[in-house]
C-alpha cells in the first residue's frame, strides 16, 4: 500500500497548551521540525535543521525569540531568519531556515506541510465540539507505532469494539449489527444502530443507564486522517430525543511512514459541570485507546515497513475503509500530478 500522506492539509501538530517559550521537537511527515511560542504570543515551527552545519536546531535553545544553535551559538528567528552571528556583522542570504505555517484553532495548533501559498485557514477541519461551551470535552494523546492508515481503518470498522474493548464500550451486540457506507463529497460515513442491546461497563457508568439501551455510532471520515464518531444512547423503548450523545474525535497525524501522532477529544452534550464524570470518560478512554494501541502496532509489525494490503481478505465491514483508502489515492495522485 501507499503509506505516504498528502502534504496540502492542515495536521494537528500539538495542543495549544503544550506549546509554550521553549523548544518542541516534533516530527510530522517524516520533517523534524522545532516549535515554539514567541512573545507575541504566536507559535513558530521551523525545520530542525541550522542552515549553517546542518546540526538540529533542537539541540540548541531559546534566547529570546530566537533559537541558538548548540554547534556555533547562529540565532534563528520565529521567521527562520538568522537575527545573529557571534563572529560576523554580515548575515548570508542562505542563513535561512524553512518556515512551516500555523494557524491555532480550537485549542489546538495546526501546521501545514505542503506548499505554503495554499494554506488557507478556512480549510481547517472542524472541531468546534474541542472549544464549545455547549459541549464539555477531555482531551488526550498517543504515540502510535503505525502507519496513519491503519489508525482510519480501525476508526471506520467499530466492529472490533466487540473483541478488542470488551471490558469497556464493546460488546458482542456492536459486532451484530448491520453496517451501512456512503461515500458523499469527498467524505465517508459508516453508520450503525445498535438496538436494545445491553450495555457496555463504560456506557452505564458514563450515562447511569442500566437497562437495555439502543445506541448509534457514525463515523464521518474526512480525508487525509480526521475521523469524529457521532455516538448517543437511550433506554430502549424511550425516544431519540431523550438520548445522550457525544462526540469522539480522532485526530491522526502521520509522524513517518510507521510511527502516527494521535490526537483525540471527547466531547459529551450532558452533565457538562460533572468533572468526576469528565475524569471518568478520559481515564476509560485512555485505556481503551491503550488497547487500540497494542493491536495496531501488532498488525503493523506484521504488515511489515513495505505494508502490503491489509485487505487479502475483505469483509462486509471493510467497505468504509477501503473507500477512505481510495479517496487519499486520490489525493496522493493529485498531488503528485500538480508537482510534475
Known sequence: MDMSAPKNFWYVAAFSDDIGHEIVARTILNQPLVMFRASDGKVA???????????????????????????????????????????????????????????????????????????????????HWMDDPEWATCTGYHYIKANYQLLNDNLLDLSHESYVHDDTIGNDAVAQAPVSSVVKDGTVRVSREILDCEPPPFYVKA????????????????????????????????????????????????ETDVTSHYFWGIARAYQRDDEALTTYIREQIYRTFNQDKV????????????????????LRTDAGPIQARKLIDELLRNERKTAA
Open 207 to 254: 450515562t447511569g443507564f442500566t437497562t437495555n439501551i439502543d445506541r448509534w455510532h457514525t463515523t464521518v471520515f474526512l480525508p487525509p486522517s480526521f475521523n469524529v464518531i457521532e455516538n448517543g444512547s437511550f433506554p430502549h423503548g424511550h425516544t431519540r430525543s431523550e438520548a445522550l450523545e457525544r462526540r469522539v474525535m480522532n485526530l491522526v497525524t502521520p
Open 295 to 314: 493491536v495496531l502496532e501488532a498488525q503493523q509489525r506484521n504488515l511489515g515497513p513495505d505494508s502490503p494490503s491489509p485487505f487479502p481478505v475483505a
Open 45 to 127: 515551527a521551523l525545520e530542525d535543521r541550522c542552515p549553517h552545519r546542518a546540526v538540529p536546531l533542537s539541540l540548541g535553545r531559546l534566547v529570546g525569540d530566537a533559537v541558538r544553535c548548540t554547534y556555533h551559538g547562529m540565532q534563528i528567528g520565529p521567521d527562520g531568519s538568522c537575527v545573529h552571528i557571534p563572529c560576523q556583522d554580515r548575515i548570508p542570504a542562505a542563513a535561512h531556515a524553512r518556515v512551516f505555517p500555523i494557524v491555532e484553532q480550537y485549542k489546538m495548533v495546526w501546521i501545514w506541510m505542503g506548499e505554503p501559498a495554499l494554506a488557507d485557514p478556512a480549510k481547517v477541519p472542524d472541531f
